[in-house]
DNA sequence: CGCATAGTTGAGGCTCCTCAATAGCCGTGG
DNA sequence: CCACGGCTATTGAGGAGCCTCAACTATGCG
């Protein structure tokens, strides 16, 4: 079941030899960063936790990590790479739910009817680690800070959508793109990276489709922030020439929505 | 702290005899339907979890349960009447993020943070039952059950949240007032009050902020369903005359959606 | 009865979508 | 090597939907 864990080592040069004791050491420092973050345990409870993890090898632009309507079995955790959740309706088409980057939990949806309500696909080769749930359970039984720490992602999650319902509600095209720009800045350098200059991994369409916005309105704004002098784009590569411009944007946005509606 | 149990007994005729026994049965039944319908406990942990339950006296329009920022205690279950839950800015203005009614859990996003992130309202003369958060994790770790059940409470709250970005990502002001008047219809069916004849206890104003529509745009579109037949409208008093109709909008909706965004 | 608030209705404008055409990127194959 | 088709992204013109502003009506409360 465990697949050995080559899929953290991607950096390593060819031909170097490498022992199994420093493979599985990279291996479980990596699924700490992921998970422990998130979960924030004490350092005997995660040795345990750990040992449920399963490490899957790597994962390539398409692949599923499962389909709407599968039985639920597993949370994922993105390790490297990304993944997009998605609904899709009977014809075809399909509507964006998120963009899962490194250390994010992806499934948790699919608890209550113990069957995935959304399908999540692979946007780049990507590494992803699977957590059984019901080990997880079992094993949160007997942790209680486990348990606490499992409600706190839950209810992290919930006031996480909150926030995207007040996105998608009330604010501009404009507001939604710098928003979400935004967002991905502050993930990115919460994972130790480069808030400033990254790469999409999704399509204007997805971006579009993900943001309620038409693929037009989305290419169209890149085009007006690089003119503003926001940032500079080419093709999927970003650089946010001026993150506080675009934090006052959205900072801002509220302010002026809530003037307006005053009861 | 537990407060007698009189908020349950509102239909009571004035100045018949009841014996206390009957008083907290009743009390009890109430708490159990609305609370174990969710949870879906075996009765005999039902006993033990009832008797962690705060009843507190009726609550007022205007009431508040929770302002956000306050310190995180207890979750709160709706018994009867209705609250909404708001963001609010500093200015004062406001941003509606759901009306909770009868049998439905308020407070699930405040656990992350241990500090509610939003406020809770009462809308019209409500009672709410208090769960102390406390006190509920510690009897989850002693059974196992309850703590699925949470898992399971917390993931519904997450698949509804995303059902509610779909609505407001992709759906045209007409299809919005249709999905939150079949919302409202179905749980009102679900706890045997009528799905076709109800009142609203909120304002136009309140329903618009939720939807993210002005006003008038709402105004409007309860002067057009009632002219297509959808329903009767007299103020706060609804009538669904059409629901297969109204139910055939919502359901229609995505699907031309989807055939345009066809990747 | 008068004021404040909630709700309705109308006119006009802005934002964003739609449709359509063009330009850039990439793999395939001549 | 370039040609070609397919796909993604960009840009422009026009239009639909919803918001804004404003006036008016209805309701409730002192």
Redesign the interface.
Known sequence: MNTPALTTLTAVPEGKVISFESIRVACRNCTLMTLCLPLGLAPEDVERLDSIVRRNRPLHRGDFLFQSGDRFRSLFVVKTGSVKTF???P?????V?GFHLPGEIIG??????DAH??SAKVLETSAVCELPFGRL?EL??TI?SL??Q??????????H??E???L???KSAEDRLATFLLSLSQRFRKRGLSPTDFYLSMSR?EIG????LAVETVSRLFTRFHEEGLLKVDRKHIQLTNLDAIEAMVIRA??E???????
Do not use: W
Request: with cysteine; charged share 25%; glycine share 8%.
């Open positions: 609904a899709q309706s014809e075809g088409g399909e509507q739910l948790l949806d699919a608890i209550d009817k309500v959304c359970e949160s039984v209680p348990q606490h499992m409600y706190r992602l839950l209810s992290k999650e919930i006031a959508e909150t995207m319902l007040l998608l509600g009330k369409h489709n993900y943001l309620g509220p302010v929505e809530f003037r307006r509606r005053i009861s």
